[in-house]
């Protein structure tokens, strides 16, 4: 199965890969006869999900697993192909059964998938279309058995022309735990408990889902190396109970960052840049496993990671563009896979298809509001300023260190601006484990005038930071909305911390409207959510008003 920390070259992919990929994934074949296993309790602890909607079709999602948290996830001795049955209805009480339900099919979860399977409804094997702007209900059961999911709720994305308003999450930066003896590290989710009891239409989630760095406090207690050890953190943090209840109410769009892989990775440059001995050897497996492990967990459309010919590194194609009626058109980038170093030679965080497919939407876009999705705010993003006035770079991991390719992107937003009064942009984005409002300059000169869309960047949901935010609220002008620092009580940081949570959003044909739900109790296994900042954004404008 892959778990050993070797290089992970094209036959060992193979193998582990196995050549029904696009079978699993779509779930239109299913092998000759998998076997009937046998589970001595529930294989379904990981719940259900499911993602990437479209007008006509869903993804769903489970993997077996009895025993999430174990190495094995208890599935040592089983089969190596297990059939798993699905049902989808248009109601809560039809999908019961399969008398009233509207699709139905059975799907093989295999071994060198850990057990996951992604039926897309469209194209499964006894699926078929669904209608435009639909709720549904769906489950997964064992055959022969009584075990099943909890039944659980997706949604369809309305016509393009339905002048709807949408409702979505904005999701990023989940640590399950931190180095503390407090409460063993344990880092709360109190945004997901206060995202199950408030419907909204889908979910966005911006990266970070999972953190491959590891200590006493995580499962595995160590660092991620291996692609067992990858699997195990990924059954760690899928066992709780708020995150598998907003996975199987609310469809889901993603993206990975860097920690579902490897801190700060810069995908174009693995492994050529490590060289040929262990470490290019190490930053492979990482790569490779952290996108193996991602796609196996998580509900997305996209086909199983594969090599390119010629190429031992494993890609998985998750970038997308989504329209959810006349009032949304959102760009998910993908800003890790075709990352190079700052200092490289052309600098790139999207890549050159990707950035030209970017500019295109922007050019194009006949949404009341373009939303582009990114990991890293692209808002002018500044330490401090040092004591000649001039601005001290954040690191290295924001678009500020890559301003040519951002300014190709500010650039077109500009013109299009200049040249229709229709044109609306927004930005969501995650990463910086602070939350802020800010209006996007053209240039990286944070005293710039020049704005060219509003930016709304999330909290994160749990994970901490021991940078001076205070800095850096004052190095950034164009960040007019702070979401606020609290001293930590907890004993886990110096330094006062940012609120965490999520951020909510909505786009009606006349406004964009946000909201900062945060806590800052993620230490302890109760803590209060409220709304700490909520905006409006008017057509025709850039920059929020507080309501």
Known sequence: MGTDATPFNRRRFVALSGTGLAATVVGTQVRPHPAQAAFSSDPFQLGSATGD??????????????????????????????????????????????????????????????????????????????????????????????????????????????????????ISCQSAATNSSTNNGTSYWHGYTHLQNNPVDFMVHLGDYIYREGHLNTVPPRTCTTLSDYRQRWGWYLSRDAIQRCRRSYPTYSVIDDHEVANDFNGAEVPDKYGTGSAGDQALNEVNFGLQAYWENMPVRAAAPSAPAGSDKLRLLIEQTVRWGRNLALVIWDCRQDRTDPDSAGPTMLGSAQLS???????????????????????????????????????????????????????????????????????????????????????????????????FCGPSMSSYSGVNWTSRYQANPAIFAWMGLRNDTSGRSPQPQPLKGYLRCAATGSTFYSNYLVTHQTNVGSGAVTSQWRSRTAVGTIGAVPY
């Not at 798993?84 to 059975?106: F, H, I, K, M, P």
């Not at 279309?129 to 022969?144: A, D, K, M, R, S």
């Not at 077109?412 to 044109?423: H, K, M, P, Q, V």
């Open 53 to 170: 909607p479209t007008t006509d079709s869903v993804v769903l999602w489970t993997r077996l697993a009895p025993n999430p948290t174990a190495a094995d996830a208890g599935m040592s001795g089983q089969p190596s192909e297990i059939a798993v049955g699905w049902r989808l209805a248009r109601s809560y009480e039809d999908v019961r059964d399969d008398v009233n339900t509207l699709y139905s099919g059975t799907v093989t979860a295999r071994s060198e998938h850990h057990w996951s399977v992604h039926v897309d409804v469209k194209t499964a094997s006894g699926g078929g279309p669904l209608e435009p702007g639909t709720q549904y209900w769906y489950v997964f059961h064992l055959p022969g058995t009584s075990y099943r999911t909890w039944i659980g709720s997706t949604r369809t994305a309305p016509e393009e022309s339905a002048d709807v308003q949408v409702n979505f999450a904005v």
């Open 357 to 455: 497919r970017t500019i295109t939407t922007i050019q194009n876009s006949s949404s009341t509001w373009t939303v582009l999705g990114t990991t890293s705010p692209l808002t002018t993003y500044y330490a401090a300023i040092d004591s000649d006035g001039r601005p001290v770079p954040a690191g290295r991991a924001n678009w500020n260190a890559y301003p040519v390719e951002r300014e190709q992107i500010t650039g077109a937003l500009r013109a299009r601006l200049d040249r229709d009064d229709g044109f609306n942009p927004v930005v969501i984005s995650g990463d910086v484990h602070c939350p802020f409002a800010s209006k996007v300059v053209q240039p990286t000169d944070p005293s710039s005038r020049t704005f060219v869309a509003t930016e």
